[in-house]
């Protein structure tokens, strides 16, 4: 799919050139080259160990299941593994990195080359473009400086120093800030499938550094500026488009785009210059004297695949073959708490289309309402079932589902005990309903013969008017069948 994203300049049209790298932290219990613990949220330097103090004489394990994790997340995108990879010295300084270097992946990543398929437009999710992955490569995170805590004074805390991060990085292939969205969003969705990351951008634990430039349609890269650590989906878009329009008015006004990294920031949606942009040579990379070369053998490699899940396009795909839309589809599983739900409510033996609109269009709304998620006991795809079994027998209407699961959210029990107790049991005997109609026919015969005259818009009166003399316990597409056959007698 071509982009038809355009920035308008007075001297023509520009086209926006992204790429995005996006830190992952890794789940794992411990850090990536030491045995301190990574939970989010626990008191400032309390979770440190001698090695992320870079205390002397101390070296760096690599945590086994901090590689593990990431070979999974680069088999998720059909990516190369490398069995031969290698960490490097990334040196500068900085007041919340101990060890005055960084321990990373230049020249050898773990994993090498892959794709990722998205669905720029939400609406229409049959319209996919492929983003390549360049590389993902495993490094430690640093420390964090907090400046709120002293008037003169910044503290550092370095709980976070040396958490395993995944920095996955991707091919300049995008063109919109939607692709980029909607690559951010796939990306996402696929780690926390595969539970390599939890995805918690405000949490800080996925976040991404955008790469932005434009140029002439067809003409070579501009010069790209980095906009680091944006947090969330929105604030991504919003660097694209107050970086793209920046660059084109610069440029068209004789000025020379800086190669340089930038800061957002979300209160103003504006990007701001923090430093010159370094060259990889300014950091002075070598080998990690302290780390041997990673080796992997078939053995770890096949426990890896074996261990992945259904993917989000396996699932969807299943869910399409099953009679459900592109779009309905997209929805049950771009977050894997809803797709092992929804699996849960059609392993009850649940009609798949009536579940998943169920699913898409009616639950969300309630459960908002509620404060209520699909992790939550009281939300159980088995009183769902019980209501939609309930629909297609035709005991209560579409209407009285969402009630009866409202109620059914505030007082717990069976679904079906509550149409019992509250009386809301409809019926569908013909007999009983099409004596109702002939009374109402016979009460607005002068409806009737406007009906008939051509005023159809009549038809949904004497449908509310059965509804009313039934105590709306009819079932009304009973009522419906029954008045169409007498209306057009």
């Known amino acids: 799919m071509v982009s038809d994203y355009r920035i308008q300049g007075e001297q023509g049209e520009y086209e926006v050139v992204i790429g995005l790298e996006v830190h992952a932290q890794v789940v794992s219990k411990a850090k990536l080259f030491s045995g301190a613990a990574t939970a989010f949220g626990a008191e400032p330097n309390t979770q440190v160990s001698l090695v992320d103090a870079a205390m002397p004489g101390m070296l760096p394990v690599p945590n086994r299941e901090c590689i593990r994790q990431a070979v999974r997340t680069g088999m998720a995108i059909e990516a190369k593994i490398n069995k031969w990879s290698r960490f490097d010295r990334k040196n500068y300084f900085y007041a ?212 992945l899940p259904e993917l989000p396009d396996a699932k969807l795909k299943r869910y399409e073959d099953l009679g459900i839309s592109a779009y309905n589809a997209a929805v049950l599983t771009a977050e894997v708490e809803t797709a092992a739900w929804f699996d849960r409510l059609l392993a009850t033996g649940a009609e798949a289309k009536d579940a998943s609109n169920w699913v898409n269009s009616v639950l969300p709304g309630i459960l908002n309402a509620k404060d209520v998620d699909f992790a939550d006991p009281r939300n159980t795809p088995e009183a769902s079932a019980e209501i939609l079994a309930m629909v297609a027998k035709g005991e209560i209407s579409k209407g009285q589902a969402k009630e009866v699961f409202d109620l059914y959210l505030d007082e717990g029990g069976s679904p079906a005990d509550i149409v019992e107790k509250k009386g809301m049991k409809q019926t569908s005997d013909t007999g009983a309903i099409e004596a109702k109609v002939d009374e109402v026919l016979a009460a607005n015969a002068d409806k009737v013969a406007e009906f008939k005259a051509g005023k159809e818009a009549l038809f949904g009166f004497f449908v509310g008017q059965t509804m009313k003399a039934m105590q709306g316990k009819a079932n009304p597409q009973v009522v419906n069948e029954i008045l169409k056959a007498k209306l057009s007698s």
């Open 96 to 307: 919340d990195l101990p060890q005055g270097y960084q321990i990373s992946q230049l020249y050898h990543p773990l994993v090498g080359e892959g794709e990722i398929t998205v669905s720029p437009d939400e609406k229409n999710p049959d319209k996919t473009k492929t983003i390549g992955v360049e590389r993902i490569h495993v490094e430690q995170d640093a420390g964090k400086l907090m400046h709120d805590q002293h008037p003169t004074k910044s503290y550092v805390d370095l709980n976070r120093s040396g958490v395993a991060l995944m920095e996955i990085v991707s091919k300049p292939d995008m063109r919109s800030p939607a692709e980029a969205g909607a690559y951010i969003r796939k990306l996402r969705s696929i780690l926390r499938y595969v539970g390599s990351c939890d995805g918690n951008m405000e949490e800080g634990s996925m976040r991404a550094d955008v790469n932005v430039s434009v140029r002439k349609p067809g003409e070579e890269f501009g010069t790209r500026t980095e906009t680091k650590n944006v947090n969330s989906v929105r604030f991504v878009m919003q660097v694209i488009e107050y970086e793209a329009q920046r660059q084109v008015e610069a440029i068209e006004n004789g000025e020379a785009i800086v190669q340089e990294t930038r800061l957002f920031d979300p209160n103003t949606g504006t990007t701001r210059t923090l430093r010159s942009k370094e060259d990889a040579h300014d950091y002075r990379y070598f080998p990690d004297p302290d780390l041997l070369p990673l080796e992997l053998d078939d053995a770890f490699l096949e426990e890896c695949r074996a261990s």
